[in-house]
Each structure stands twice: as C-alpha cells, then as structure tokens.
C-alpha cells in the first residue's frame, strides 16, 4: 500500500520561505520611498504655510501704510521692503504689540497691530520640531528659529522675509536631500 503525503517536504518549505523572503525585500525599499514622499509633502505644506502667513503680514503692512498716506496728495512713501517684515517668526503666532513701520529715512509712517496668523509654528517632519533657517530682508545672514526663539545672525537683522530648512545632517537625521536630488534646505 502507498502512503498519502500530507503536507510540505521541507524542500518545499524551504522554496516558499525564499519567495516570501525576496518579496520582502522588493517591499522595503518601496516602503521607505513612500514614507519619504509623505515627508517630503508634509513639509512641503508646512514652508507653504510660513511663506503665506510672512506674505499676509506684508501685505497688511502694505495696506497700513497706504492708509496712513494723506488722501489728498498722491505720494509713495519709501518704506524699505524689510521694514514690512515681521520681525521674528513668533510674531506670526503671538499676540504682539504695535509693530511701528518705518520709511527708509527712519521717520515714523504707521503703527501696525499685528494678528495671528498661524496657530504655532509648524514643524520640520525629518526633525520632528520646528527648527528652520530664518532669512532676513535686510540681506545679514541666515538666522535661526529653534524651540519658539529666533536667534538672529547679528544686531543689523530686520524682517523676515522667507524661511529654509537648517542644513546640519546631525539635526535632520541624515535627511539633506530629497528624493529628487535637491538639498532640503534649498527648498
């Protein structure tokens, strides 16, 4: 009488663990890619995010100071662009006082008084704080937004006017350059 295998030989069983194996592998890197690209659009969003709330405070600034102006006479007042700034990056999300706009002479043009116009600042994801490079309209070098303190590059900062990844691969955790090829701190 011939017996009825039941089961797998362990040849077998060996074959099917190899192909689950290899399809394992093919995932990782599919995985990691993803993970990546979500990254990469969440902080995508987030720089959006800053760029416009800097964007409506120059804009409210512009329409202060074009209030400010006397009706009757058609005159450009010469306020230099940094000085339509937000001054740190917590005066987006904190109440603040009149912020005095200046023209290019230093005379006195308008008060501004400020509104939120972010909830908190948003985080870096590869980081998972927000720490960003901050960047003055005065043209000093790049400051720095860490743990709700902008530390500026010297005493001649004024107005922000963009904001960029740090670049220190330490703090990043490795992620400098995005699945295009591009430096996160170029972006």
Known sequence: MTGKRHGFSLFEMLIVVAIMGLIALAAVPVAEITYVKSQETFLENNLA???????????????????????????????????????????????????????????????????????????????????????YASGSSVGTYTSGITTPPDADHIGVFDVSCIADPIKRRGFVKAIDGTNYSDW
């Open 49 to 135: 995010d800053i760029r416009q709330a800097i964007a409506l405070w120059k804009r409210d600034c512009l329409n202060v100071v074009n209030m400010q102006k006397p009706s009757n006479i058609d005159v450009i007042l010469d306020v230099p662009d940094c000085n339509l700034c937000p001054p740190t990056l917590e005066a987006l999300f904190k109440p603040a006082p009149p912020y005095s706009i200046l023209a290019s002479d230093s005379t006195f043009v308008a008060d501004f008084y400020p509104r939120p116009y972010l909830h908190t600042i948003p985080q870096d994801p590869f980081i998972g704080a927000a720490e960003w490079a901050v960047h």
